[in-house]
């Protein structure tokens, strides 16, 4: 079955073009290629787009844009410009930086906006319809990477209003979404709209979105005023009236990204150039690999017990740090310094035990459930002057909040859920917080999502992201971990069963195919598991010896890698 992962532009649609749609594309899994730019992420059409603006002179920033607006077209349950997300970047001259687009609290809303008379959450409403978004952030993103590009921002919207006008084939996965999310379309839209038709979805149909080929054409013409002013802002707060949501034009007249300091440390001579807070990925993978190096992970082997244990223990100990501590640093008293500190990690990993599992009661408080419905999207591009770009965005759910604006044909988040909205009552991802992640008015919600860049000698070494929620800083650890102590190629590390602690619950999450041994070596020390499906979509870039650029696009979903 692995060896399925190995196939390089293995066929997915063979339909041929018919009026321009786009039918015929590749699923590339993995690529090796030296002196070309490459471009990873969750949709081929995508990576395509980016592969082009970088074969028309764009460099990496003009990639990402390029392929973030088609996904917003081809990859609608995660791709979007209603969302928001994190950039992390390192550019041939040197510079290091992040991009924050989170979105941001409305201003009218407040600490317990979800709740009831009595006090009682009510996530429906933080998951469901108008109320759950936050301001989008996405498309002021776009703009804010773009003066580190080198193609008219025109041109690279161009490739998205393509793909929406003409239409697109959609994948098997694809169509079972559609299928899936149907209800939730039908109960929370009182207009029609593209995704949902009276005949079951099937892999081939052709999805068209001239409602959001015509926004994008508003964006291409006014830049960031066709988004947060005029036609598009006031179809929003069109939508909000209808769907009793809270989104106001002073909310969208104010969205503001945040340029902000990368968060960076060493890990065994690699520079790790990752998201700082708002989200909590970057502290979490710095807790994550400095704790297990206090082991010593070098001599073991990939998901075998000896290396597993450590891992979870680590992730354990981090994740409760995550609900204590983390949230929006323009908000808080930002710890980060002291989180990521060798003393205090010390300290924090001195009650491991290599015989039984430590209980999460003993690293911090409170026993919660689980629920899940989830999608984000990952994109890695490095070219070929050595300029990286890691980049994550999302919508939070599977298709947001699943109110797409009408006229507008863009769907909205529903990440207003990321928020602690009562201390201790879990989110979608089962996390939770508490005052430090408490809602207020234009506080950007706590995040895990982890773009993230290693370098080595100052040179690019790996670009790495992945959707999944919580699980984003525990599958990018592992990818990390397996390149650099475990030695295994990337097209293993990627694609290897993935494993997740999380503090609360107190089981460890694995793949159907996570190793028998293993789970079954641990449960004796009083660990407990539970299967799911897949856990992560990650996008990796590697840089060999040589210069050459290793790309996997992961086997869990219709990700592919696009060449320069
Ligand atoms: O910001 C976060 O951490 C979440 N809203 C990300 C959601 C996500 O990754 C869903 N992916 N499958």
Not at 494 to 513: S, T
Request: aromatic fraction near 8%; charged fraction near 20%; proline fraction near 5%.
């Amino acid at each position: 079955m692995k060896k399925l992962f190995l196939l390089i532009g293995f066929l997915l649609c063979s339909t041929p073009l018919v009026f321009g749609q786009y039918t015929d594309y590749n699923l590339v899994k993995e690529v090796q290629v030296k002196n070309k730019g490459v471009v990873v992420s969750a949709f081929p059409l995508a990576s395509e787009v980016g592969a082009k603006i970088l074969r028309q002179g764009g460099n990496a920033f003009d990639a990402s844009i390029a392929t973030q607006f088609a996904l917003a077209v081809v990859y609608p349950q995660a791709g979007n410009i209603g969302g928001g997300g994190f950039m992390v970047a390192t550019t041939e001259e040197g510079k290091k930086f992040t991009i924050d687009f989170r979105e941001t609290a409305p201003l009218k809303s407040h600490k317990d906006m979800y709740l009831d008379a009595e006090r009682n959450a009510n996530t429906d409403l933080s998951q469901y319809g108008s109320l759950a978004a936050g301001v989008p952030g996405a498309v002021a993103g776009l703009f804010e990477m773009h003066q580190y590009a080198k193609l008219p921002m025109t041109q690279l919207i161009q490739p998205a209003i393509d793909l929406a006008e003409k239409g697109y084939a959609i994948t098997q996965a694809q169509a079972d979404l559609f299928n899936t999310y149907k209800d939730d379309f039908l109960r929370l839209n009182k207009h029609s709209i593209p995704f949902v038709k009276n005949l079951a979805w099937q892999a081939d149909d052709i999805l068209v979105q001239q409602d959001l080929a015509h926004t994008l054409k508003q964006i291409q013409q006014k830049g960031l005023k066709g988004f947060y002013r005029g036609k598009t802002a006031n179809l929003i707060v069109k939508e909000m009236k209808r769907g009793n949501g809270i989104i106001s034009l002073a909310d969208l007249r104010q969205y503001k990204v945040k340029v902000r300091a990368a968060l960076i440390f060493d890990y065994k001579g690699h520079e790790v150039v990752t998201m700082p807070l708002p989200s909590s990925g970057g502290i979490l993978l710095a807790q994550m690999l400095q704790m297990t190096n206090l082991m010593g992970l070098e001599d073991k082997q990939l998901n075998s017990p000896e290396a597993v244990q450590p891992m979870v223990e680590a992730e354990r100990r981090a994740y409760a740090d995550r609900a204590e501590y983390m949230g929006d640093p323009d908000f808080i008293k930002d710890q980060t310094q002291k989180l990521i500190s060798k003393s205090y990690l010390k300290q924090r990993f001195a009650n491991y035990n290599p015989d039984k599992a430590t209980p999460s009661s003993a690293v911090g408080d409170i026993i919660i459930p689980q629920k899940e419905k989830k999608e984000t999207t990952h994109i890695s591009v490095l070219d070929k002057e050595g300029n990286a770009v890691s980049v994550t965005t999302t919508l939070n759910g599977n298709f947001g909040s699943k109110v797409m604006v009408s006229g507008a044909g863009f769907l909205l988040n529903n990440e207003m859920d990321d928020f602690s909205v009562k201390p201790g009552v879990p989110n979608m991802y089962g996390a939770i917080g508490g005052k430090a992640n408490a809602i207020a008015p234009k506080k950007r919600m706590l995040s895990s999502m982890t773009p993230t860049i290693l370098l080595k000698d100052n040179q690019p070494f790996m670009v790495v992201g992945t959707p999944g929620g919580t699980t984003i800083p525990t599958s990018v650890f592992q990818v990390i971990v397996d390149i650099i102590d475990f030695g295994t190629d990337v097209n293993t590390a990627v694609n290897a069963p993935k494993f997740h602690q999380q503090w609360l619950p107190e089981y460890i999450l694995v793949e159907e195919d996570f190793p028998h041994y293993t789970i079954k070596t641990l449960e004796k020390k009083g660990y407990t598991f539970k299967k799911t499906a897949k856990i992560g979509r990650t996008e990796v870039i590697l840089v060999d010896k040589d210069g050459k650029y290793h790309a996997v696009a992961d086997g869990r979903g219709d990700d592919s890698v696009g060449v320069e």
